[in-house]
């Protein structure tokens, strides 16, 4: 199956008075391998013409983690539209156990106008790489 991983450090502010990393800080770590991700193939995300709005997100937790470990982030396209993509993301803990599934979508949009334009063609074949499912 086509997957992107990446390993994040977690931080010392990431934890939460609980004792484990925040609900905020993974998204914080979704984004930064999406965008990691995008960039590396042709998103030029300070001068480029088209840039991603994050227009919806959910993510289920399912064991903790907590600063310092590491974070194993995997992610893969479950739906590749004409302006947008769905990504479904797996992050496990140092243990190689998953501590949360998380599903966000994109849309693509002309930076100027913030109107929905087609993702570009190397940008997309990038995305296509990571499809889980024929469409």
């Given amino acids: 199956m086509p997957v992107y991983k ?19 800080a993974y998204y914080s770590f979704f984004d930064t391998v999406i965008n990691r991700y995008l960039i ?11 840039v991603g ?18 974070v194993h982030i995997e992610l893969r396209v479950t739906k590749l539209g004409n302006s947008s993509v769905t990504y479904a993301l797996q992050l496990f803990n140092h243990e190689q156990e ?8 994109h849309v693509f949009v ?9 993702i570009p063609q190397q940008l997309r074949e990038a995305l296509a790489k990571l499809r889980t499912t024929n469409e």
Wanted: glycine letters at 4%.
């Fill in 98 to 105: 998953l501590a949360a599934e998380a599903s966000m979508t």
């Fill in 110 to 118: 002309d930076r100027r106008t913030n109107k929905s334009t087609p």
């Fill in 6 to 24: 990446e390993t994040i450090a977690t931080r010392w502010a990431d934890n939460d008075i609980y004792g484990h990393v925040n609900n905020v």
């Fill in 53 to 70: 709005f994050m227009v919806a997100s959910e993510c289920r937790y399912l064991a903790p983690v907590a600063y310092p470990d590491n």
């Fill in 40 to 50: 590396a193939n042709g998103l030029d995300i300070h001068q480029g013409q088209v």
